[in-house]
């Protein structure tokens, strides 16, 4: 069963996911990142929907435990079509949308095709670990894509303070989740790691809120600060 920790950080998670939403509405930006407040809206919903499926066919349940693989694959594909909207913007003035899509889509395919080999080639052919596999796959592929996309920002010398906060919260998270991934396999019997990650999940729609609250579209942040705030930036 769940402990009260456990509920605490569930029911943070359910509000600030919908604090975000409302903070996209606010700024009037919800359709802007459309992908963005789309992801905070499914993360909201599926956290409802385990629930009561936890409540109704208990944490051991297959029920329960399918639904939460499937769900959390789901929520981690649309935190993926987040980091490409996030593309999308950064090049904008360079028109290349389409072909960011189109690209977005193929790595999104040979992403599953990988992951699908490797589950074959385990032996194992059940869905749930194929769905399992996918999802930790694809927040692997979302930390080389944001930094790969922060090299960008560099580049270009983007200066949009609120498109840098949601990169920056984008990178810290697929950070913290590759280096919890790691250290839980090294160290599986410390139970702190179970709590991670709702945590990081909390604290990505609070960053996400404090933006849509605090940063406007309008604001810039000069070019020698982004420079200085990147740590390969001096070399």
Partial sequence: ML???????WVAGVLLDAVAVVCALKSKSFLRYLALSLYLLAAAGLSVARFVLLRTDGFNSPQYYYFYFFSDALLTIFLYFVLMGL??????????????????????????????????????????????????????????????????????????????????????????????????????????WQYVPPILGICLPAAWAYTFLVVSDEDRLAVASVAVSHPMASR
Avoid: C
Wanted: no cysteine.
């Fill in 3 to 9: 402990s009260p920790a456990d509920y605490v950080l």
């Fill in 87 to 192: 593309y999308a913007h950064v090049f904008r003035e360079l028109k290349v949308g389409k072909y960011v899509r189109a690209g977005a889509m193929l790595l999104l395919a040979g992403t599953a095709l990988v992951s699908y080999r490797m589950v074959v080639a385990s032996g194992d052919r059940m869905l749930g670990h194929f769905v399992a596999e996918l999802s930790q796959n694809l927040y692997f592929v979302g930390l080389v894509l944001t930094y790969i996309l922060w090299g960008a920002v560099m580049k270009l010398r983007e200066t949009r303070t609120r498109l840098i906060q949601f990169v920056l919260s984008l990178g810290v998270y697929f950070s913290a989740f590759a280096a919890t991934y790691a250290l839980a396999n090294l160290y599986t019997r410390i139970v702190i």
